[in-house]
Nanobody, 125 residues
Framework: QVQLVESGGGLVQAGGSLRLSCAAS????????MGWFRQAPGKEREFVAA????????YYADSVKGRFTISRDNAKNTVYLQMNSLKPEDTAVYYC??????????????????WGKGTLVTVSS
């Protein structure tokens, strides 16, 4: 069992930045590929970013490429999402996900074993 706890959400103006964190506990964190998803009101949950277990491979949704960066610190059992140049359309609940498969699988929303409960990001115009 892996527990995922997100933090770092909040209210920010358009053009601003936030860094989300996802702390993992339970099984060996470094065995898992990790990802971030988001769900805006009235919309389906969508893929944002994923990173391989060793941090080498990274995948991004087209909508966030060049603005968001996913990273991980296996010594701290934590994955991060640095979000820059935020837009009102980035407003959503952001969820952390863990997979025993690959980051590429996460990007296809498959093979996800665990989800966090989410953290709300609100971007004002």
């Amino acid at each position: 069992q892996v527990q995922l706890v997100e933090s770092g959400g909040g209210l920010v103006q358009a053009g601003g930045s936030l860094r989300l964190s996802c702390a993992a506990s339970g099984r060996t964190f470094s065995n898992y590929a990790m990802g971030w998803f988001r769900q805006a009101p009235g919309k389906e949950r969508e893929f944002v970013a994923a990173i391989s277990s060793g941090g080498i491979s990274r995948y991004y949704a087209d909508s966030v490429k060049g603005r968001f960066t996913i990273s991980r610190d296996n010594a701290k059992n934590t994955v991060y999402l640095q979000m820059n140049s935020l837009k009102p359309e980035d407003t959503a609940v952001y969820y952390c996900a863990a997979s025993q498969t690959t980051a590429q699988a996460i990007s296809s929303r498959s093979g996800i074993s665990y989800w966090g409960k989410g953290t709300l990001v609100t971007v004002s115009s």
